[in-house]
């Protein structure tokens, strides 16, 4: 089955840095990769997402790859905001997405000191 | 418009007593998923509903785990009886459709089984 990998598991960074997050995906026919922001005792909140078609997709400060070829995908977020503290998680679909299923990563837990 | 709603938020019982944890989707969405969330871990497919009937829950484990969406809409999940293994955050999600739809996610409920 799907196997979704992810890295760092924990990613401590300066405000205004840059934090990168990285996942890779073993199921070749995974056609939908959202990321998610988890925050102490809430539901995971979906920040951006992306479909096989597109290479890189961009929403204000966060940014998503794709690179289909080597199945992996990464978050980028530019000028880090205290704020931005959380555990970020990556996901995958299961096949071509036609059920809906995600495979979920094991989280990065991103500190962003001011 | 309103997001998943779920409760109790929190729940604390002994091994073997049994517990119930009720969703309410987003307003139209077809399709609900609970989700298990051990503590340091991602998101894990317990069981994904299309309107009442069930698409996936080849990861519920059934002789202890039950689910159903009466009407298409609210949804309950129950463990009867609880091991000290399913202490963890059960979540709810719902999207408009099954594939190639954003999942959306509730606050979640924290089990703790003592």
């Known amino acids: 089955g799907e196997n979704v990998e992810q890295h760092p598991s924990t990613l401590s960074v300066q405000e205004g840095d840059s934090a990168v997050i990285k996942c890779t995906y073993s199921?070749?026919?995974?056609?939908?990769f959202p990321w998610y922001k988890q925050e102490l005792g809430k539901g995971p909140q979906l920040i951006i997402d992306?479909?096989?078609?597109?290479g890189e997709k961009k929403d204000q400060r966060i940014a998503v790859t794709l690179n289909k070829t080597a199945k992996h995908f990464s978050l980028h977020i530019t000028e880090t905001q205290p704020e931005d503290s959380a555990v970020y998680f990556c996901a995958a679909s299961q096949g071509d997405n036609q059920g809906g299923k995600l495979i979920f990563g094991q989280g990065t837990e991103l500190s962003v000191k001011p | 418009e309103a997001g998943v709603a779920q409760s109790p938020r929190y729940k604390i019982i002994e091994k073997r007593q049994s517990v119930a944890f009720w969703c309410n989707p987003i307003s139209g969405h077809a399709t609900l998923y609970w989700y298990q969330q051990i503590l340091g871990q991602g998101p894990k497919l317990l069981i994904q509903?299309?309107?009442?009937?069930?698409?996936?829950d080849s990861q519920l484990p059934k002789d202890r785990f039950s689910a159903e969406r009466l009407k298409g809409v609210d949804s309950t999940l129950k463990i009867q009886p609880a091991k000290l293994e399913d202490s963890a955050v059960y979540l709810c999600?719902?999207?408009?459709?099954?594939?190639?739809?954003?999942?959306?996610f509730g606050p979640g409920t924290r089990l703790t089984v003592t």
């Open positions: 199921d070749s026919a995974s056609n939908y």
């Open positions: 509903f299309q309107n009442n009937g069930v698409v996936d």
């Open positions: 992306i479909r096989s078609n597109v």
């Open positions: 999600a719902s999207s408009a459709g099954g594939g190639g739809y954003e999942q959306y």
